[in-house]
Structures are given as C-alpha cells and as structure tokens.
C-alpha cells in the first residue's frame, strides 16, 4: 500500500488551532488507512467500514499522522480546524498524556493508602457524570460528550492502578416535612416544595454494571462523603413525591435526585464493598466471574483482567455460604417493603480453585483451600483440585494438607482418586 504522505504534524492554520477534525462521509473505497501517533503510542484507524455510513476521526495538533493511499473507489471527506477562541491553555495530546499521568498518581496514591489501612481512606469512590443514562444505555459504548472522555481516561488509569471501574445509577431520597399546597390536592400549583425539615436521607446505586453493559449488582448503600463532588444534591430535584395534610400530620413530601456516576473501587476493598451484598444475593458474581475467566483464557496476557480476577477469587473466599440457598435465580425474596426481587445465584465453591488453575498461582490455590467454607462441595470440586495438584507438581502426600482444611466429611481417598487426572 502506497502512502499519500510520510508523517506529518498538523501546522496551526489560523490562531488558536488545536486539532483537526476529519469527517468521511458515505463512499465505496478500499484503503486510506490512518496512522496516528504521539510519545511512542499509536493507533490505527480504518474508516472504509461501510459504504452507506459516515465516520470521523479527530486529532490534536502535536499528534503526528499518517495517512495512507486509498486503493480503489473514491473517499469523500470534509477536513474542519479546531479552533479555541478563548484565552485560556491550549489543548494537546502532551496536555492530555500529563493529566492522565496526574489521575494516575492520584488514584494510586488512594490505593496504596488503602492498602496500607490508612484512617480515613474511603474504601470506594462515586464521580457523577454529565448525563444521566436509561438502564438501556448504560455502558461505556453509549457514553456522551465529556463522559465518554472521563470513562476512557479512568478505565485506563484504573487498570494500571490496582482499581476497579464499573458505571452505576445512583439515587438518592430525601423525606421531609413542607407547607401544605393550598391548591387543588392532585394538581399543586408549585412544581417542587421546599423541605422544612429534613427527617431521612439515603442513597444508592440502584444498578452497578460493567462497561458492556451486564448487570453487576443492585441496591449498593453509598454515603454521600464517599462522591467525589462536593454537595452533590444541592440542586432542584429530578422528581417529588408529595403527601399532603392528613389530619393528624401535617404535609411531608420526598425529593428524588438522580446521577449516573463512574465507580471506583480498588481491588482490596474488592471483598469489603461487595461480600456482604453476594451472601444477601444481589451481586451477580456469577456473570462476573464468568467473563473474566473467559477473557484471561483468551489473553492470559491482559494483566488487569487477571489482576481482577485474582481479587475476584479472593472475594468468592471470603463470602460467607447462605444459610438457604435459593434453588434458582427464579427464586424469590421480600424487601422491607414487601416487593418481590430475584436472587442472584451463589457463587460456586469451585471457582477459586479453577481461577488458580488459569493464572498458575500456586499461593491462590493454597489460600483457596484454607479459606473453604462450605460443607456442600460438589464433584468439579475435586477435579479441580487434582488438575491444581497435577499443574503445580504436588506429590500425593500433599492430599494431607489439603484434607486438613476443608470440611470433616471429606477425605485423603478422594484426592488420592482424582490425582491422576
């Protein structure tokens, strides 16, 4: 393939340039890949995807490009300056690289600090988006604007520093008493009522998911010291509901706020955020465990995925059994306020073991079979611990070991049966 012209970088064509917007509108060609690279880092964009639909490709000025020979057809593109009026600092893919290393130092700096038990420390943090998102569209590919921006930034930070990086829908309410609307009782005459007296507040994350989209876990309590921005409620409220004079109280009302927010949890307060919420079945570990074993299968290469799924295994440890299971995620169980809501399944006992296996962690398996908890292991189990026994080139002898942690019923003959898997 023929270059049209070697690297170059964008000459600022009027005062205040910073970028190059280039927008292909729908043509039938083969080719014309575009290069773009700064500071080592590169990417590679190939807009020819679709005769009957446009694309657009935008780079900073300090980002050298390089665009290459359209083979056939022919492509229709408009080319647009970025221009910044404004008086302020120039934007540049160097100014971007500097914050993201700057975000980076920040939020390592909170997970060592966490690490290190440091009084104080949140365990996880909430930072509110610019836009509020359906349950339908929130994952990372539907973001907008600056949120799409933000997310890359923290999904990439955040796996470099120990962190998890989910999106959730956060609400809060706050009940309270108010004046009574002396119009007409179901058409107020004002649209909100100012609370006198504030009598209960909480907040949530109603549904927590990963970025494509799937379902992690619902009903989180979160406190408001724990969202990045400051008063992040003083604002008119997204909805009311109002109660009016009844006689014996007077009129009370509940305002309703409503965030989408990116959540930040380091990978050890992994356990301490979600344990809890997986033995109550409203975390869907399953799903999570699930995609993350598949994606280290895939690239066993792909270190924050292992590191996520080592942390992960960690947690499934840790999670108390419940008492009584339920038999399927059909199965039903009662809110204080009476509504019915699915389980989510319990995590599977021989999940650790297999996660183990995949990151050829000898410490993890260990840790694995001290911590075993449950007295209803079933036979995947033992597999597991024979084709662990098998990898890490444990003699037989090491069947006493491992016998002696996990529950009285089990013993030496079974390990003996599958170490020859």
């Given at each position: 393939m023929n270059r049209i012209f070697s690297y170059i970088l964008s000459t600022e064509k009027a005062p205040g340039m910073f970028g190059t917007l280039v927008i292909c509108l729908p043509s039938e060609y083969q080719g014309g890949v575009v290069v773009a690279s700064h500071r080592g880092e590169s990417k590679t964009f190939d807009p020819?995807?679709?005769?009957?639909?446009?694309?657009?490709?935008?780079?900073?000025?300090?980002?050298?490009?390089?665009?290459?020979?359209?083979?056939?057809?022919?492509?229709?593109?408009?080319?647009?300056?970025?221009?910044?009026?404004?008086?302020?600092?120039?934007?540049?893919?160097?100014?971007?690289?500097?914050?993201?290393?700057?975000?980076?130092?920040?939020?390592?700096?909170?997970?060592?600090?966490?690490e290190k038990g440091a009084y104080g420390t949140p365990d996880f943090l909430a930072y509110k988006l610019?836009?509020?998102?359906?349950?339908?569209?929130?994952?990372?590919?539907?973001?907008?604007?600056?949120?799409?921006?933000?997310?890359?930034?923290l999904r990439e930070v955040c796996a470099k520093?120990?962190?998890c990086f989910f999106l959730a829908s956060m609400e809060c309410k706050v009940e309270g008493s108010c004046?009574?609307?002396?119009?007409?009782?179901?058409?107020?005459?004002?649209?909100?009522?100012?609370?006198?007296?504030?009598?209960?507040?909480?907040?949530?994350?109603?549904?927590?998911?990963?970025?494509?989209?799937?379902?992690?876990?619902?009903?989180?309590?979160?406190?408001?010291?724990?969202i990045v921005q400051e008063h992040p409620f003083e604002r008119d409220p997204d909805k009311e509901n109002f109660g009016g004079y009844t006689g014996n109280e007077g009129a009370s009302a509940t305002h309703f706020y409503h965030d989408t927010v990116a959540v930040l949890v380091p990978f050890k307060s992994l356990a301490w955020f979600l344990s809890n919420h997986v033995q109550q079945g409203i975390v869907d570990i399953n799903s999570w465990y699930k995609r993350l074993s598949k994606k280290v299968q895939e690239?066993?290469?792909?270190?924050?995925?292992?590191k996520e799924l080592y942390?992960?295994?960690?947690?499934?440890?840790?999670?108390?059994?419940?008492?009584?299971?339920?038999?399927?995620?059909?199965?039903?169980?009662?809110?204080?306020?009476?509504?019915?809501?699915?389980?989510?399944?319990?995590?599977?006992?021989?999940?650790?073991?297999?996660?183990?296996?995949?990151?050829?962690?000898?410490?993890?398996?260990?840790?694995?079979?001290?911590?075993?908890?449950?007295s209803?292991?079933?036979?995947?189990?033992?597999?597991?611990?024979?084709?662990?026994?098998?990898?890490?080139?444990?003699?037989?002898?090491?069947?006493?070991?491992?016998?002696?942690?996990?529950?009285q019923y089990t013993s030496v003959p079974v390990f003996q049966k599958v170490d020859g898997i």
């Open positions: 020819a995807f679709s005769a009957f639909d446009h694309a657009y490709i935008a780079w900073y000025a300090d980002v050298t490009h390089e665009v290459m020979a359209v083979t056939s057809g022919r492509r229709l593109v408009l080319t647009y300056n970025l221009i910044d009026l404004s008086q302020g600092l120039q934007r540049s893919a160097a100014m971007l690289t500097r914050e993201k290393r700057m975000l980076k130092g920040i939020i390592s700096s909170w997970t060592r600090g966490i610019d836009h509020e998102y359906t349950n339908a569209s929130l994952k990372f590919q539907s973001l907008k604007g600056l949120d799409k921006i933000k997310a890359e930034c520093a120990n962190a004046e009574e609307d002396y119009g007409h009782r179901y058409y107020p005459t004002q649209k909100m009522h100012t609370l006198e007296e504030i009598v209960g507040q909480s907040t949530e994350l109603k549904r927590i998911i990963e970025l494509d989209g799937s379902l992690l876990a619902r009903e989180i309590p979160i406190n408001e010291a724990d690239n066993p290469n792909d270190e924050a995925s292992s942390h992960l295994a960690l947690l499934i440890n840790q999670t108390p059994s419940r008492p009584e299971p339920p038999q399927s995620i059909q199965a039903q169980r009662r809110n204080y306020y009476g509504r019915r809501k699915d389980y989510f399944p319990a995590p599977e006992g021989h999940w650790p073991i297999e996660a183990s296996i995949l990151l050829k962690d000898q410490v993890l398996f260990q840790v694995a079979i001290e911590s075993t908890k449950s209803c292991l079933s036979a995947l189990f033992f597999q597991y611990i024979g084709k662990a026994m098998c990898l890490f080139d444990l003699p037989t002898t090491h069947a006493q070991y491992v016998s002696s942690y996990l529950p």
